[in-house]
């Protein structure tokens, strides 16, 4: 008995060393990690990015140069594809448009300022961006009378809805638009970034994100062809200003295909509490032009809180270096954004509010330096 005892042991023995000695062999074969990409242990679940951290936390900071375009949905103010004799049997009228500013290529900045931790490789991240399209031709928008018998009709203002008046169309001798907008956000993150295997990294992320933005819309227009001779122009003003606070979390991975480079990938998600204030104005003049006597046919305001949510996407190329034993890195980035702000179009329109997501879109290059 005490025999077979010993031989069960000596087999449970041999069993562990041969399992254990496997298991070495395999870890020798295994391709070692990346030089540079990270200090840590390869042992180390999920180790995270180099550069190393040292005395608990060290600072790292960023710039962008940005080139988007902004385009605000819902400011459509003119339509032609309308004929001007609604009563003529039989009659027909060429294929028209609604009018509308459609944007511009503006540039704009990032600048960012965060602290790395010795604690289990975790950052924090405030970065703030600026944008400002107003000056650009896509901004301003004009259109004149086109080739009979298509007309040019109002949207917009104190003789909209050209349906009512079909025996005698408010026509428009011409119009034109500018839209500007000041676009202010502020983005607090708290993320980790790490490995999940050999050539891939990821760095989810949550916190909060903060907006205020301006917008102005307004709309010139003469007429031709109304029922009243009293007026013959009109000025349409819009000012819309809102704020915002609220939760936001992303996750931003990177594949690693050399040493130094890689494809990285950005998604968040937010959802602002915003406050919106809104007014608008409508005047009606006797001459072309905004010219003569003025009577102010509109004079409203729209106040309201709501919550806005923001969708961000981007995908690009990045350059990394390292620096002294992965104590310092260069970071580079070059890249196309997308973002979409949900219903932000909330400016004052006759009676009833404008509807319209307002959506972002083009080129980042963004520097950073890890201390």
């Known amino acids: 008995m005490i025999n077979k005892n010993w031989a069960f042991a000596l087999g449970i023995l041999s069993l562990s060393t041969a399992i254990v000695a496997a298991d070495q ?8 990690m990346p030089m540079g990409v990270t200090s840590q242990p390869t042992g180390v679940i999920t180790p995270p990015v180099a550069p190393a951290v040292n005395n608990g ?3 790292f900071i960023s710039a962008d140069f940005i080139y988007w375009k902004a385009y605000q949905n819902g400011l459509e103010y003119a339509e ?47 970065q703030y961006t600026w944008l400002a399209p107003q000056s650009g031709s896509g901004n301003q928008s004009s259109v004149s009378v086109p080739a009979a018998p298509s007309g040019l009709y109002p949207i917009l203002g104190a003789y909209k809805g050209h349906t009512s008046v079909a025996t005698s169309p408010a026509l428009l001798n011409d119009a034109s ?5 000041h676009y202010n956000v502020l983005d607090l993150e708290l993320g980790r970034n790490f490995f999940v295997s050999r050539y891939m990294t990821l760095r989810p992320h949550f916190g909060l994100k903060a907006a205020w933005m301006t917008q102005r819309f307004n709309v010139s227009q003469d007429f031709n062809g109304l029922q009243s001779a009293n007026f013959r122009s009109e000025q349409i003003n819009h000012k819309q200003k809102n ?7 992303g996750l931003d991975p990177v594949w690693h295909f050399a040493r130094s480079w890689g494809m990285y990938g950005e998604f968040a998600f ?15 003049y006797t001459g072309f032009g ?15 809180h709501g919550v806005t949510p923001v969708l961000e996407l981007g995908l690009g190329l990045e350059y990394m270096g390292w620096f002294y034993d992965e104590a310092y890195m260069l970071e580079v980035k070059a890249g196309w954004e ?26 980042t290059l963004k520097v950073g330096f890890h201390f």
Do not use: C
């Open 80 to 126: 032609t594809g309308i004929t001007t004799t609604p009563t003529t049997v039989g009659g027909t009228v060429p294929r028209g448009t609604l009018v509308a500013p459609s944007g511009a290529w503006e540039p704009g900045f990032k600048v960012g300022l965060g602290l790395e931790f010795a604690h289990d490789g975790w950052d924090l991240f405030a």
């Open 290 to 304: 905004q010219t003569g006597s003025s009577n102010v046919y509109e004079n409203a305001q729209r106040n309201f």
């Open 338 to 363: 997308e973002q979409v702000w949900f219903q932000t179009n909330q400016l004052v329109n006759g009676l009833t509010s404008g509807a319209g997501n307002l959506t972002t879109q083009g080129f």
């Open 243 to 249: 704020w915002g606070l609220g939760i936001r979390a």
């Open 270 to 284: 937010s959802a602002l509490y915003s406050y919106f204030k809104g007014k608008g104005s409508d005047t009606l």
């Open 25 to 32: 062999n395999m870890q020798d074969k295994q391709p070692p």
């Open 57 to 59: 936390a060290d600072l």
């Open 177 to 181: 638009a500018t839209w500007k907008m």
